[in-house]
């Protein structure tokens, strides 16, 4: 498996506050996926993408990316891990509200030996003509096309989606889906994607939940449904 995690156990807190997120996770995805892993709040889907990322140190247990042993790495290595296998994307799209788009981008472009060609990601995107708009400028869909575009500018192997539609309506909800969709097509990029909507599942390769940190169904869809033809999102 291009990404493994074998028995992961995180906890947070000490004595009457401590609690165990994840209990002795095992998952297994495919180079080039699209994964989805859904759960109720506070199930832990959240943490087992920051331990993926590198954001969270484990307990126990083991993380595998790309044949890197994730839990072994500190300091300068985890960091340059991060910087050459993985772009992340968020709920909110903390981009710096003082540059414009494609300052935005060229951030994460500077820390790649081969990064992307940025003004066909920003075709690609959709957000050639506001390259130049600084976020105050962009609606809520643009400025999460721009946090994808500083993601992907890298060329990260896997990129990482933590809620990417949380904070949108259905309507760019589903454009920033059929994004997702497209890059994954184009550029082969493996995608793991944490997420409520119970909809999103349906246009996926891999269907993982999570319940009280552990995993309770882990499944492959024969039939993929597009993402311009999801519903209730």
Request: aromatic share 6%; with cysteine.
């Amino acid at each position: 498996m291009y990404i493994e995690t074998k028995g992961l156990k995180k906890s947070y807190g000490e004595g009457g506050s401590f609690v165990q997120v994840l209990k002795g996770v095992d998952i297994g995805i495919r180079a080039g996926e699209m994964c989805v892993i859904q759960g109720t709040s506070g199930s832990g889907k959240s943490t087992l993408l920051n331990c993926l990322g590198g954001l969270d140190s484990i307990d126990t247990g083991s993380v595998t990316v790309a044949g890197t042993s994730v839990e072994k790495l500190k300091g300068e290595k985890l960091a340059d891990y991060r910087r050459k296998n993985l772009g992340f994307i968020f709920q909110f799209y903390n981009l710096v509200p003082n540059l414009t788009v494609r300052e935005n981008i060229q951030v994460c472009e500077y820390l790649s030996k081969s990064p992307l060609d940025m003004n066909e990601l920003l075709e690609v995107l959709g957000m050639s003509e506001h390259a130049d708009k600084f976020p105050s400028q962009l609606s809520g869909g643009q400025q999460q096309r721009c946090a994808i575009a500083r993601a992907l500018v890298k060329n990260p192997k896997v990129l990482l989606c933590d809620e990417p539609t949380g904070a949108l309506d259905s309507k760019t909800s589903r454009d920033i889906l059929m994004l997702l969709e497209k890059i994954n097509a184009k550029y082969d990029t493996t995608m793991i994607i944490v997420t409520h909507n119970n909809s999103i599942k349906n246009m996926v390769d891999h269907v993982i939940y999570i319940k009280d940190g552990e995993v309770s169904k882990d499944y492959y869809n024969e039939v993929k449904v597009p993402a311009c033809d999801l519903e209730d999102l």
